[in-house]
């Protein structure tokens, strides 16, 4: 089945092979273990989450193991079948498995031709002019701490001007304003880099 089709999925499967480990399976991967059913994660590739930043996608793959999902990376499937009892797959190098149901979350691309982007102003950026052009945020609240980034991402903010906004003390978006004080060696909370 593919991403649109689980969510429209009458009961929950037992257990659940997710194909491809990109932003969508992940998410469904998490979303299936946190319901109960037992997932294994087949990507194709060494790490999940192929293009992004590599510290994250480590944190996101231990995140999925200690939620009890069993990640298998650099591992085609061989093989893919229905079956009386759900879905047979051979994973390469394996033996065959036996699941409920498979989700093949892989081969999403955007489809932004023709809605007049270029006209709109939207391009890519370049960093040269040192404006923060993104960040990758993993953890507890991820999901309300995009909103900090993508506020002065959308602004074309600098990480020194980033670095410059006032923050309440203690909250989880003034990592954001860290971060950003990182990037330009301002950071108060970070241990001294000859430490380890």
Known sequence: MTSD???????????LLVIGGGYIGCELAAIF?????????VEQQPVLLGNSDREAATLLTESLQAQGVTVHLDTAIQKLSSVD????????????ITLDK???AIGRIPNS???GLE?????LADAADG????ATVVGEQAANLVAEVALGTGQGMSAAGRGQLIHTHPTL????????????????HRPPKNQK
């Open 102 to 104: 498979a989700l093949v």
């Open 113 to 115: 031709d023709g809605l």
């Open 131 to 134: 404006r923060l052009l993104g």
């Open 85 to 96: 009892d759900g879905v047979s797959a051979r994973l390469a190098g394996q033996d065959q």
């Open 33 to 41: 273990a946190a319901f109960g059913s037992r997932v294994t994660l």
């Open 119 to 123: 006209q709109l102003g939207v391009e």
């Open 5 to 15: 089709e689980i969510l429209g999925i009458q009961g929950l499967p037992r257990d």
């Open 173 to 188: 978006s003034e990592m954001i304003k860290e971060a950003a004080d990182d990037v330009v060696g301002r950071a108060l």
